[in-house]
């Protein structure tokens, strides 16, 4: 039971804290949009920065992506093509519980096709329930890890991705294809060894597979957070000879890029497209896959909604194909306030309810009784459930 009562002191102090950085992130914005208004050229920034964009310097920031200033914003003026084919997909996990019945863990992938033809939405899921000693340990024999199960999921969504791209190609080969997926493409993870090597491999294995049947691959980062924008901002203020000195001493450091972009773009707008001088950037650029972002405002003239979109940098430059998917972002988000229709959709279809959970637990052991198993939770599993149920 939570004791709300002991807690109001802290949350009388939460509120206040909130107040004073609400002021402050008032005029922090208003500080970037300075900077970000007297921003030198893109190509002297690439100049200015290049010393802390060969991989030497752990540094968060950005760099401009194409040669237009840096406060450049793009609209656009129609409707998404007439035949544009957008699908999306996302995935849900149930994570292995040592004091389950059975071990195991499940990647469930949904997915949703929509046509700008007329045609009704297309639902697809696919499913894998892993098992296996090879599957659950890792090579000292711990029980493998909730990240390492996310990057497991992160590829299976891609690899299906790249399944229901070649499956649309091949039923409209000249439609307008863009492939969706509920997250960032930039792989987010850290490479720590061989699995996790070959895990980013068979990740960018499949971006290649996107590539090859025209399609686009797009991550769609919803409430993003980070501040690439921001510090690039900072590094434009400093002389060459302080760089990378002075890098760290940004005084913004605490202002997130959708901030700055929930004030500069106004509804329908997106900002000119970065890059970031990161290892696993570089990592993507040595197999034709380098990612480029921009932000993009899907929301209303009093309600902001920043995205930041992701794309290859083999796609980002295609005027048509960043016009199009402008489009469809506007059109699929006015559906649900704000957010792409595909992949909500998707996350629809990829999600495992505690029910879903439930019925599978319960047919797993009544296939173990089969073979003369009487298996059970634990007597932790067993407390928590009862006490769950109060």
């Known amino acids: 039971m939570l004791h709300i009562e002991r807690l109001k002191a802290d949350i009388d102090t939460l509120s206040r804290l909130a107040v004073e950085r609400q002021t402050q992130r008032e005029d922090d914005v208003a500080r970037a949009l300075r900077w970000l208004a007297e921003a030198p ?7 200015r920065l290049a010393p802390v964009a060969t991989g030497e310097h752990d540094w968060p920031g950005a760099l401009p992506a194409v040669d237009v200033p840096l406060d450049a914003r793009f609209t656009v003026r129609s409707d998404p093509p007439h035949g544009t084919v957008v699908i999306g997909v996302d995935g849900s996990q149930v994570y292995p519980d040592p ?7 499940l990647i469930q992938i949904g997915g949703l096709v929509f046509g700008y033809d007329g045609s009704r939405p297309r639902p697809y899921s696919c499913e894998a329930l892993h098992f296996r000693d090879e599957e659950l340990y890792d090579a000292q024999g711990y ?7 996310g990057m497991e999921r992160l590829v299976q969504e891609m690899a299906y991705l790249a399944e229901l791209t070649a499956i649309e190609h091949r039923l409209a080969p000249a439609a307008p294809l863009l ?5 960032p493409l930039l792989w987010p993870y850290v490479e720590r060894s061989r699995v996790d090597s070959q895990a980013v491999d068979a990740y960018l294995d499949a971006l290649t597979e996107i590539q090859k049947t025209g399609g686009l ?13 921001v510090e690039l901002l900072w590094a434009s203020r400093l002389a060459p000879e302080d760089i990378p000195g002075r890098l760290p001493e940004n005084p913004l450091r605490q202002l997130p890029d959708a901030a700055l972009m929930a004030h500069f773009l106004a509804p329908g707008e997106r900002s ?32 902001p909604v920043i995205a930041r979109v992701e794309a290859p940098e083999w796609g980002a430059p295609n005027e048509d194909a960043i016009t199009t998917l402008h489009a469809v972002l506007l059109h699929q988000s006015q ?33 173990l009784f089969a073979q003369g198993i009487l298996a059970r939770p634990s007597e932790k ?3 928590k459930a009862y006490l769950g149920k109060r």
């Open 143 to 149: 029980l493998i890890s909730p990240e390492r199960v």
């Open 41 to 47: 050229d893109s190509t002297t920034l690439r100049e």
């Open 217 to 229: 691959p797009v991550g769609y980062v919803a409430r993003p957070g980070g501040r690439a924008l």
């Open 381 to 383: 599993a067993q407390q």
């Open 99 to 105: 004091h389950a019945a059975a071990l195991y863990y």
């Open 272 to 303: 000119a497209w970065f890059s970031r001088p990161s290892s696993t950037n570089r990592r993507h650029a040595g197999r034709g896959h380098e990612v480029w972002f921009c932000y993009v405002n899907v929301g209303a003239a009093r309600m």
């Open 179 to 183: 492939a969706l997926t509920d997250g």
């Open 335 to 367: 559906v649900l306030n704000g957010y792409p229709y595909v992949l909500a959709r998707a996350h629809e279809e990829a999600l495992v309810t505690t029910a879903d959970k439930a019925a599978l637990d319960s047919e797993i052991q009544r296939h």
